[in-house]
Structure formats: structure tokens, C-alpha cells
């Protein structure tokens, strides 16, 4: 693998400061050292990998057809995608096709720049990462269910503003212009 050009990506779920990367970030480039690989481009979602309109993502997979670098470092495979096996296998021909490979840390078999075991693997461990996605979200509806059934209301309070997306629109802002000229 020497002299190969590689990118590292990174992805957690959440946007807040409860998920960092960084816990991601610093082993991969280790494992970048460890195989003489040049890293040319680092790349960092912070959504599920449950849907692939990640932009960091896209704009990865779309430099990969660019052919910018030949392997893609991540921590595991449900870091990469947990779509499912259809779809993460689509993702993989993908990168195959431009010549890219994906190695992953925490599974050591994940390498698909050596072919036989390894892509057998990689069709059951796609199906674990989409069925972990599953569970995520029925223990979330289950955990909602509870909270309903305990009396909590969930969501915003009846008649509440939304004013994260009434700043984004600058309605607070010309608002709060309107009171200071007023």
C-alpha cells in the first residue's frame, strides 16, 4: 500500500458537542501512518448514516470519481453507511469502479482492495449495520411510548414558536431592527 494517496472519513450522528469525530480521527491516522499512506483529504458528517444526502459524504464519493486519492480510511463500516446492503454495496462498487478502496479499522477483514472473504463479509456486516439502525430506533419509539404513557408530552409546548427557524429566515433579526428604528 505504499505511496497510495488516501482520505480518512469520520461520521457521528449528532450535530451537538455530545459526539466528537476526533475519537475517530486521531486512530485513523495512525493507521494511515502504520501503512505509509499519504492522507490528502479528511472528510466529516455529523447526521445518521442511515441516508447517504451526507454532504461531506457526497462530496467524498464524488471526488473518489475524480480519482483524488485511492483508499478511504474509516472506523467501522456503520461509520461509512447504514443503509443497508443494497446500498452500501452500490457505494462500494462505486469507489470500485473509480479504483478506491475502503479499509476499516475496527474490522480487519474490511478491505476491499483484497478481494475473496473480505466482500462476503462485507454483505453481512452491511446488513448488521442497517438492522443496529433498526434497533436505535425502535428502542427510541419504545423509550417515547414510555415517556407518553408516564404523562409527558413530547414536543414543543401548543402555540410555541419555532424561533430556530424563524432566525435562520431573519425574521428575529428585521424584528429586532423594526423595534430599535421604532
Known sequence: MENKKCVIYTRVS???????????????????????????GEYTDHTSGGNG????????????????????LV???????????????????QLDRSGVGLKSLQESWLDTTDNGV??????????????????ISERTKAGL??????????????GAKDKGRRKRSGYLLRWQKEKVSA
Open 118 to 135: 473480505g466482500k462476503l463479509l462485507l454483505a453481512i456486516m452491511s446488513w448488521v449495520a442497517s438492522q443496529e439502525r433498526q434497533r
Open 14 to 40: 449528532k450535530s451537538d458537542e455530545s459526539q466528537d469525530p476526533i475519537n475517530q480521527r486521531e486512530p485513523l491516522l495512525h493507521l494511515a501512518e502504520n501503512l505509509s499512506l499519504e492522507i490528502v
Open 53 to 72: 444526502n451526507r454532504p461531506e459524504f457526497q462530496r467524498m464519493l464524488a471526488d473518489a470519481r475524480n480519482r483524488k486519492f485511492e483508499m478511504i
Open 75 to 93: 472506523w467501522s463500516l456503520d461509520r461509512f453507511s447504514r443503509e443497508g446492503i443494497s446500498n452500501t454495496l452500490g457505494y462500494l462498487e
Open 145 to 158: 411510548a414510555v415517556a407518553v404513557a408516564n404523562g409527558k408530552t413530547l414536543g414543543r409546548p401548543s
